[in-house]
Each structure stands twice: as structure tokens, then as C-alpha cells.
């Protein structure tokens, strides 16, 4: 069975950091690119900040410069790393494929920023 786990999400002051972790089961990791996505309160859910295979990043214009997407494939894991939290950013976190067929979503990790 596919499961997606994501966790690390909590309340956190404007400037702040938070480690986002999300682990894949139940299929091969490493071959696949794997995503961030977040919906905002009153939006759809985004991709944002992608990984491929090979460890090349892309990231939306909003978050560069403050969100770093890694992976450890021996740990079937996909982190993101954000600094300099503001308040926009609170939003739902999930994890998923990226540019591929996706699996059926986690529960996602809820990521607040508020003073």
C-alpha cells in the first residue's frame, strides 16, 4: 500500500524556521521526482518546489531564496527546509510526485505563522 507521511509542521513566529519531512512507503523511492505542495486557507493546493531523481531543484517565484527542497533516498524521505517564515506561508504541506502520476495524498502537515 502507497502511503505518504508528511511531518514537522507546527506554529511558528514570523522570521522563524521549520523542517518539513515527508516519507514514501510502499513504492520505489529514488525514481521518482518528488514535490511540495501547499494550500493556503481559501486556495487551491500548489506545487511549489520540486526535486527530481537526480537532486536538480526548481522552485516557485514566491518561495525562492527561502525554501530548499532536499531528498535521502535511503530514507525514502523529501525534506524542505524554510526560513524567514511569513505569515503567507501558513498553509497545509503536502509531499507528492512531481510532473508524474501522483499518489493518493497524505494528510499533510499544517504550518502556521503567526506573532
Known amino acids: 500500500q502507497v502511503q505518504l507521511v508528511e511531518s514537522g509542521g507546527g506554529l511558528v513566529q514570523p522570521g522563524g524556521s521549520l523542517r518539513l519531512s515527508c516519507v514514501l512507503s510502499?513504492?520505489?523511492?529514488?525514481?521518482?521526482?518528488m514535490g511540495w505542495y501547499r494550500q493556503r486557507p481559501g486556495k487551491q493546493r500548489e506545487l511549489f518546489a520540486s526535486i527530481t531523481a537526480e537532486g536538480d531543484t526548481r522552485y516557485g517565484g514566491s518561495v525562492k531564496g527561502r525554501f530548499t527542497i532536499s531528498r535521502d533516498n535511503a530514507k525514502n524521505t523529501v525534506y524542505l527546509k524554510i526560513n524567514n517564515l511569513k505569515h503567507e506561508d501558513t498553509a497545509v504541506y503536502y509531499c507528492?510526485?512531481?510532473?508524474?502520476?501522483?499518489?493518493?495524498w497524505g494528510q499533510g502537515t499544517q504550518v502556521t505563522v503567526s506573532s
Open positions: 510502499g513504492r520505489s523511492f529514488s525514481i521518482h521526482a
Open positions: 507528492n510526485t512531481a510532473g508524474e502520476r501522483e499518489y493518493a
